[in-house]
């Protein structure tokens, strides 16, 4: 069965982020896979503190806060959805001081080290963003998702998917977008599958 971990960047319960996640982790979990949600906006966090000590004394991040049982849970998947609105050009505070922490994700000499050796991460997983983007210029903001897509893939998310919705800005705007949804649901019925999954 595959692990999902998905995470909600945007402080609005219902906002158009959180609806594309759901519909695609809804129909993850109708096609047989675990899903696990975390709302980042009800928890309290800090950011990378910058104290380095998950290099030297510590195979993880030593700070102790509710942000800690979202990165354990992050380890253990096999997919991590990040769903976050477009604020400023870029992914919302909440999700960016998660993924600070995930800092303790990485290897101590993680820079010098080959490529697959960086993480401490099981290799493979997959990262999906779904980004909600208030413009309607679909080729407004486009580095959001290339630019994590690489970061994070030095952890271990060697595969990386995007759901994105532009001109969607009100409360109820994905909502009354049957395309975006029906793609979301579609990725969600994908990544349910293990890899290979129906492969023959
Ligand atoms: C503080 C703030 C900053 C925003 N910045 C942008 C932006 O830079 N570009 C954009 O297209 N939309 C921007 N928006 C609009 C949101 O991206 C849009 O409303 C989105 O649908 C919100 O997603 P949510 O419903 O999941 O919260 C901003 C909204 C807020 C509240």
């Known amino acids: 069965m595959r692990n999902i971990v998905c995470l909600l960047g945007s402080p609005r319960p219902k906002g158009n982020s959180a609806v594309m996640a759901q519909a695609l982790c809804g129909a993850a979990e109708a096609a047989g896979a675990a899903v696990r949600t975390f709302a980042l906006n009800g928890l309290t966090y800090r950011g990378c503190q910058g104290c380095l000590r998950c290099k030297k004394e510590a195979e993880a991040c030593v700070l102790k806060d509710d942000l800690t049982p979202v990165l354990e849970a992050v380890r253990a998947c096999d997919v991590l959805v990040l769903a976050t609105p477009v604020y400023f050009g870029e992914v919302t505070a909440q999700l960016k001081g998660f993924i600070d922490r995930t800092f303790g994700y ?16 099981s290799p493979g997983k997959t990262l999906v963003f779904v980004i909600a983007q208030g413009h309607p210029k679909e080729e407004l903001f486009t580095d959001i998702f290339p630019r994590y897509a690489y970061l994070l ?23 009354a977008r049957p395309e975006v949804l029906e793609e979301a649901r579609l990725l969600g019925r994908e990544l349910a599958a293990a890899p290979g999954d129906g492969a023959a």
């Open 106 to 121: 990485l290897q101590a000499g993680y820079a010098h080290l080959p490529r697959g050796e960086r993480s401490r991460l």
């Open 153 to 175: 893939n030095w952890q271990g998310f060697t595969e990386s998917r995007l759901l994105r919705a532009c001109a969607v800005y009100h409360l109820g705007d994905a909502e």
